[in-house]
């Protein structure tokens, strides 16, 4: 990952998990890829994931794969030095659930140790938490330098040095002969009839083929973007296709910037275009609640904001509590609960039995 000078490549690109920890649009996912971005000179850094039911394409869960299937019957004991639960399944004691979890997780570096992947032993072992690392998250820069130099989607994040060399300093790649306007162009399909290629509306789009990045920068034909003052990345996104006012709502009606979210988005008007009116921003209504913790500087939401999509962190302010907790009236703290090893291995059924 380093050049011959010792310093780390130019152009970083990541491909993450789709996990509401590790996806691009996880405000503190942003927040460490714009400080190494800076920490480390680059010239641009991308982390993407995989839309909801493609984890089969993500690397790293193929390369998972073979080490869950070795944990296939293994039982881990939530209890190994003693129960830290009380009778509803609460933690009643914090420092003995550590010293049970980390009993867990010495057990599976232990199982995992003896295994070899493709003539390659494997290393693992259980690291104890850092807590004063955990909580450290890096601030982000003024609004003005994010909207030079931050690009974000649904899937994609992309943090790219502008052309300002006071700003950002000489480029150390040639990533600008490939992307000549800095970020990479969105995806969309292009097809054949005959009169010719064609880029097809998105609502007339199977959401399934794109055409080849090369391809897309070659030919000179572009998608139209109604309702947009330019094309936005997630024009053709199939799982955002259902509700294009969520596409309005998150991009700058002013200067036409596209974000990962709606409280992004209002952000960046209310610090770029103080003059401009905003429409109010409501909560965020999502369809199922999951739990909360705690980030180091606020409270957390682990919600589903729309059906078939993947589960995500958002801050408590930002969504809405009371119409979820009317709905269905339980407490987020037991939105897990723990249940013993026979409890899990009970038999559902009963007997009925005739008389």
């Known amino acids: 990952m380093r050049d011959e000078e010792g310093r780390l490549k130019p152009v970083v690109l990541i491909s993450s998990d789709g996990g509401p920890d590790e996806n691009p649009r996880y405000p503190k996912v942003i927040s460490h890829a714009i400080h190494n971005f800076v920490k480390?000179?680059?010239?641009?850094?991308?982390?993407?994931?995989?839309?909801?039911?493609?984890?089969?394409?993500?690397?790293?869960?193929?390369?998972?794969?073979?080490?869950?299937?070795?944990?296939?019957?293994?039982?881990?004991?939530?209890?190994?030095?003693?129960?830290?639960?009380?009778e509803q399944g609460r933690t009643k004691d914090h420092d003995l659930e550590k010293k049970n979890f980390q009993k867990a997780g010495e057990v599976l570096a232990e199982v995992w140790s003896n295994m070899v992947i493709d003539g390659h032993g494997v290393v693992a072992e259980y690291v104890e938490p850092d807590d004063s690392a955990e909580s450290f998250i890096p601030d982000l820069p003024s609004q003005q330098w994010y909207s030079e130099h931050v690009r974000e989607s649904q899937y994609l994040l992309q943090v790219v040095k502008c052309d300002d060399r006071a700003c950002c300093g000489h480029m150390r790649s040639s990533i600008r002969s490939i992307l000549s306007e800095r970020f990479l162009i969105p995806p969309y399909p292009i097809l054949q009839s005959s009169r010719g290629l064609y880029i097809p509306k998105p609502q007339e789009h199977d959401g399934k083929t794109f055409a080849p990045f090369l391809l897309r920068r070659s030919l000179e034909i572009t998608p139209t973007y109604e309702g947009f003052g330019k094309l936005i990345y997630d024009l053709y996104c199939p799982s955002l296709q259902k509700d294009r006012q969520i596409l309005l709502e998150r991009t700058c009606q002013r200067c036409a910037l596209y974000f990962c979210t709606k409280k992004k988005a209002k952000e960046h008007v209310n610090f770029c275009h103080k003059q401009y009116n905003t429409p109010e921003m409501h909560s965020v209504r999502p369809s199922r609640i999951l739990t909360r913790r705690s980030n180091g500087r606020s409270r957390e939401i682990l919600c589903v904001v729309r059906e078939n999509d993947d589960a995500e962190w958002l801050d408590e302010t930002d969504v809405d509590l009371q119409l979820q907790l009317d709905e269905t009236d339980v407490d987020l703290q037991d939105a897990y609960p723990v249940i013993g090893v026979e409890e899990s291995l009970a038999n559902p059924w009963s007997e009925n039995i005739v008389h």
């Open 40 to 86: 480390h000179d680059l010239d641009a850094i991308f982390i993407f994931t995989n839309a909801p039911g493609r984890s089969a394409f993500n690397r790293v869960e193929r390369r998972m794969a073979p080490l869950s299937r070795e944990l296939s019957g293994l039982i881990l004991p939530h209890d190994s030095y003693g129960t830290h639960l009380d």
